[in-house]
């Protein structure tokens, strides 16, 4: 029997062994750890490859997201408007800075859905901030366009965005903000928690680098209050080097996404992700494949007991269902569409560790349960 991995974290470091290594010994002789010329250069190359004025690595995509809020003046009394098919650090942080969080529907394409967004709306409401999902940018057209009805501002969540586009535009420059993560089992990912927040708007900026590092300024000086979220020069630069390879890793997620396609398109019991290129208006990377069975349980043991591994994101929990955050279902009632889909939702392996080989076993397993 074969073993499919969900993910392959030793292969992230064997995969580049060699550039890793280089790039460890060359960090550690200059003695350079700490807000370097290797964060530097990654920070440019990101703002490059995203298309963005300012990228800035902080220490997690959490902190990314409350500093960003912090920059924006959102807190106390405050709401923002996320969707409950996200991790909980999306709502966390809203609640960090002292706002309130509240959950939306997902649409057709398992993201933020803008009519839910319209529902939630009320005097209260700074901020709609979308999470960019699984690769896919949610529509961001439509969510625009509730905002600017409402004059509310938009923020982004594309801590799994790095990389897709929509109409041509990338995760991450829609709003005031947008952030990333660089968890190791994300799009590109370094060796322990790492992060960015993005932004075209001088002032945010100024705001951001300043909080990132203590309220200090480029001469030493403290100027503001601020915190520790800096993204350590050594992962900087680990994560250049994927960087510099982030295109093959693109193509071969869209490659393995549409082997899936079109292998499990005909079962009428799936609700699979859109395919690479069904949509000109999307530019999916994949970061993960997660569809939706209506006997998941059961086809999740039969492909574990065929060594291929899978898993249920955020643990089959929405953000509505967190009873002990204040949330809880009975209290949230019309999240119709993102009930229907936790009750299904899972992910097959979808990882540059994957051999074709790997692929089609996966396929085969799937197509074998459904015989």
């Known amino acids: 029997m074969r073993e499919v991995k969900f993910f ?29 010329r290797d964060l530097e250069e990654f920070e440019a190359q990101l703002a490059e490859f995203v298309g963005v004025k300012y990228a800035y690595g902080v220490a997690d995509g959490t902190n990314a997201i409350v500093i960003g809020l912090r920059a924006l003046g959102i807190g106390s009394g405050d709401e923002v408007i996320i969707s409950s098919h996200t991790y909980v650090a999306t709502a966390a942080a809203v609640h960090m800075v002292g706002a309130t969080p509240i959950p939306a529907d997902i649409d057709e394409n398992f993201m933020l859905c803008a009519q839910s967004v319209e529902s939630k709306i ?44 929509y109409l041509g535009q990338s995760a991450g420059t829609f709003g005031k903000f947008g952030t990333l993560s660089f968890y190791p089992a994300k799009l ?29 300024n480029d001469a030493g000086q403290v100027i503001s209050w601020g915190t520790n979220a800096r993204l350590d020069n050594l992962q900087a630069a680990f994560l250049k080097i994927r960087l510099d390879n982030y295109d093959e890793d693109i193509s071969r997620r869209r490659e393995i996404a549409s082997k899936y396609h079109e292998a499990f398109c005909d079962i009428s019991t799936l609700t699979l992700p859109s395919p690479p290129d069904h949509n000109s208006d999307h530019f999916d990377v994949y970061q993960n494949y997660e569809l939706a069975a209506d006997n998941r349980d059961a086809l999740r043991d039969h492909l574990n007991a065929h060594g291929v591994k899978t898993i249920i994101q955020w643990a089959g929990t929405p953000i509505h269902h967190f009873e002990e955050l204040g949330f809880g279902k009975s209290k949230i009632t019309d999240l119709n569409r993102t009930d229907w889909f936790f009750e299904r939702c899972f992910m097959l392996p979808i990882h540059m560790a994957m051999s074709d080989r790997d692929v089609d076993y996966v396929i085969d397993v799937m197509r074998k349960f459904f015989k």
Not at 14 to 32: I, L, M, P, T, Y
Not at 142 to 161: C, F, M, R, T
């Open 8 to 36: 392959d974290y030793p292969a992230i470091y064997h995969r580049f062994k060699k550039e890793f290594d280089s790039a460890f010994q060359d960090v550690c002789d200059r003695g350079a750890f700490i807000l370097q």
């Open 122 to 165: 009320n005097d209260r409401t700074r901020a709609i901030m979308p999470t960019q999902l699984n690769g896919r940018c949610a529509n961001m057209k439509a969510l625009g366009e509730v905002a600017n009805k409402y004059q509310l501002i938009i923020l982004e969540d594309s801590a799994q965005g790095l990389g897709a586009k």
């Open 188 to 216: 590109i990912g370094c060796f322990g928690d790492g992060g960015a927040v993005m932004t075209n708007d001088d002032d945010v900026a100024e705001k951001l680098k300043l909080w990132r590092d203590h309220g200090r």
